[in-house]
């Protein structure tokens, strides 16, 4: 059986499962459950650019914060839910697209600190323009009518929805031209120009299709808490933490993001949860360990061979010195 | 308040800004690491001044030494048993790295030392010359950080490390070719650079409160610094510096002080797409 | 023969260096001509002008009656005018035909993967690299990276092909083996620039020369005549050895 196809159906067992929560969990597990749906979405973007182009893209949370406050002032201005919620990601795709073509320009280092500052700056502005955003204080968004086990409900499968569709453009450009260039800009840039990819072009496209979701997710997100702040929008550690999510499933791949958002949610609840003074410390054990023990990602690792390699040992190890070779 | 002392003010807060970001520039400029945990050892060297003068009532400028060697050893270890390991990695891993490691030490020192502000107090009064009035610590401070950055150049320049460092700068495989062991040159920088940041925490410990809040703002005033001024060279953090505190003390008297970190940042962005090179554009430590 | 490529009075200048200056020239269809020099003449450089890698100081680029002077290297590749490099640039962790699918996808006719794909397993036979097909292109040796840096171009279906160096490294045997091919890929009716700077591989193919000198064109002719050429002689042996040779030769 092909390893794509069990992959697939790996895949929609977790979607199950996800989507499952509200009928056999409780309060607690949902929001854990949305959460995941939340860092899926947005790891999977991050992949576009992060993963198949390469480029240290660290803005995750300025196209967050742009879509939660977009998504808001829409709301509070009397636009109906949905239509803020598809304004928010309009806009940020927008905003990325218009922000790549400047920034798309540097490369390593330059790029990750120009990415980094444009979360700052985006910040700041939002922070210091008080008489639309609120400033520091925040915002109030209207809060989604019902129970809050519905709300609850509600906002996980708009999550999920979210997620799907990051996944499906994923196998998308994973399968077609896009994704084919943006690998080949990833390996070697000046070689892509030179075979005819329109490199520029092709930067913004993954640009865009990082910051589209993200935009989504966070005007979801803004329905759903009901107040946002800069701070919280803007926050550094999300802008880190996504990039993170998707190296430890496996960068570039299509599954990856998907696992590494499901293990580190997981892993980040258990430590809230048990360890809440360290929790921050702990997290920055959990990247040194990824980088040094799992550089590729847990996709990456071939379990075939470890698989086999255990199961050899049990062998050599009952029978004749024969099996070893 | 009249353009001299906003001036005046920028020059001495550039001077401190200097000092903090000319570890950081040297660290990316010789080992093409972005080093996430500059702003927490900067805090690190804060407290331990704080802590040694507090508790053990030393004078904090004598205590400036040996909280640099502490923290020389600290990023030398920390250099050699994890950054090496990944230093020729993409951009994405060392990145990555550096902020995992600043989460841990972060999160020690909110922990130990709690995230209350804390300042060195000196009362030393100020002098008033010629109308423009300055509180003495700060005029202190502004000189103990252009001793240590001038220290640096001078290290740089003169002695047998400080060329091999910048030969390794310039060329890591000629280097290694003429038998300067570059991971072990690559510590040393990275000590020297989290000497830095420590002795510039002291410095700024004498100053203003410093506090684990922090860590972000020293952070990005690094790389604003390093961007304004050029990477790995001593006189182009010294300019971004200078600069910068110039623009933050005038920005912040026009635009109101919430305006001044954004000016400071939107130059960067500006600059980064500009002119990458940094307004001070040299290779190497000349 | 209609004309395909036509350079007026190209210059470029790096800072107050020039390192190609008033070149003229132009190419009919179905050439094969030799672009020699010695090291440093500005061979490489000019290729980056004609595919867009620098801009031009000045003068003017027409390809197939279009001005593309300012043209990016992506749009060269598209419109026909493709090229390998000194030094090669494959796609390190793509198998061989992957990188060759590139150039088919990208900077040649086919529009699906699957075309591609076919596209680039015709180019790897003919240049006899289909039984490596699959393995990773950071793996190859020397001369197989110059057949993939060849294969790559061929599939996007050049009008022109500028071949720099890609000789360069190759021992005797390999030598003749890469001439053999470029005389396959001129049968296809592919205008070719072969840039050089052994003189004697590009003699032996060439129909036409050109000789570039601290950035100047000095001669352009037939093969034996350029190789005649006062200037080009002093150009690659230096004026002493020139005139030495001179007499030597007038002795014999």
Redesign the interface.
Known sequence: MPRRALALIGLAAWIGLLAATPWIADNYTVRVAITIAMFSAMALSWNFIGGFTGYPSFSTAAFFGIGCYVGALAQRNGVPMVLAWTLATVSVALFAAALGAIILRLKGHYFAIGSIAVVEVVRLIVSSWGSVTGGGDGLNVPLLQGSPDWVAAKVLYVMLAIMLAAFAATVLVD???LG??L??IN??E??????????TRFKIAAYALSALFCGTVGAVYASWVGYIDPTDSFSILLTVKVPVMALLGGAGTVFGPVVGAGVFVLLEEFFWANFLEWNRAILGGIIVFLIFFLPGGILRLDYRRLLRRTLRQRETGQKSPEAAE | MDILQIFVNGIVLGALYACIAVGFSLVWGVLNVINMLHGSFIILGGYLTFFAWFYLGLNPILVLPAVALLLYILGFALQYLFINKVVTAPVLTTLTLTFGLDMILYNLMTVYFTATPRRVTLDLGSIDLAGIVMPVDRLLGMGLALLLTALLYLVMRGSTIGRAIVAVRMDRQAAALMGIRVNRIYAVTFGIGALMAGAAGAVFAMVFPVTTNLTGVFLGKAFVICVIGGLGSVPGALVGGLALGVIESFAGFYLGPQHAITVGFLLMLILLVVRPTGLVGVKGYE | MSEILRLERVSKAFGGIRAVSNVSFDLSEGEIVGLIGPNGAGKTTLVNLI?GVHPLTAGKVVFTGQDVTRQ???QA??RGLA?T?QIV??????TVL?NV???A????APDT?AGALAEARRELDFVGLARLADTPAASLTLPNRKRLELA?SLA?RPKVLLLDEVNAGLNSAEIDGALDLIRQIAARGITIVIIEHLMKVVLSISERILVLHHGELIAEGEPRAVVEDERVIEAYLGAKFAARFKQETAGA
Not at chain 1, 190 to 199: C, L, N, P, R, S
Not at chain 3, 89 to 94: A, D, H, S, T, V
Not at chain 3, 105 to 108: A, D, Q, R
Request: glycine residues 14%; charged residues 25%.
């Open positions: 399968r077609g031209r084919f260039g690998r080949c390996q070697n000046d070689a892509a120009d030179m075979v005819g990819i329109d490199t | 595919t990016k290297p992506y590749a598209r090229r490099f640039q494959p796609f390190p962790q793509m992957e699918a590139a150039g996808l990208f900077g040649g993967m790559k996007m």
